[in-house]
């Protein structure tokens, strides 16, 4: 099978991996069932990798194919997992919240499910450094465009906090019933989460259009 036939078929199948471990609920499996379906998303992640893989060093080969500089790279695997976990952390965050507004016995689970795609994060980015551990050395380009980023994801995180405090500090009492302890962690955790997605975002468009 050719790459554009792989991808074609790989990437749906990552996203529907992604789904059915960290979005789909209600489904008890079984830990046979469980593991069966833990496998069969690491391998499909795993293919989907290696074709990157073999895209990339096609794409060396290739003199007339200006390649993508670690720092571009780095930030489009780290806009593509504070992406999933943002997805994942918005459709179950409802789900942490007790009637009391304290922790609800779901959150643990939850939680584990967002550790995990962290951890697959680290190892993904453990294999790019070693990767690139013999390309150049970062330069001023990557720390202009590095504190650019910082500015706007520190700009965006400030935006939202001061927005979330206005709302409480603003609102009639009435309208805040929705504002347990709980519920307003996870409203921060939420654009802790955001405002990263946000600076891996910028900082990916703009080694993109200095690329280009």
Request: with cysteine.
């Amino acid at each position: 099978m050719n790459r554009p036939m792989r991808y074609v078929v790989l990437i749906p199948l990552s996203a529907l991996a992604f789904y059915v471990l960290f979005i789909m609920r209600g489904v008890d499996l079984g830990l046979p069932g469980s593991l069966a379906v833990l496998a069969g998303a690491w391998v499909v992640w795993y293919l989907l990798w290696a074709t990157l893989q073999q895209s990339s060093a096609a794409a060396k080969a290739d003199e007339a194919i200006v390649q993508l500089s670690p720092g571009e790279e780095q930030a489009w695997v780290g806009l593509l997992f504070t992406a999933g976990i943002l997805v994942y952390f918005a459709l179950h965050s409802a789900q942490m919240v007790a009637a009391d507004g304290s922790m609800a016995p779901e959150a643990s689970r939850i939680g584990r499910q967002i550790v995990m795609l962290i951890v697959f994060w680290q190892i993904v980015m453990q294999v790019l450094k070693k990767r690139w551990r013999d390309a150049v050395e970062r330069d001023e380009r990557d720390r202009i465009i590095e504190a650019r980023c910082d500015r706007t994801t520190l700009i965006a995180l400030s935006v939202f906090v001061i927005s979330v405090a206005i709302t409480l500090a603003f609102s009639p009492l009435d309208r805040l019933a929705w504002a347990k302890p709980m519920a307003i962690s996870n409203v921060m955790i939420f654009g802790l989460i955001a405002s990263s997605a946000l600076g891996y975002l910028v900082t990916g468009v703009a080694y993109w259009r200095d690329r280009h």
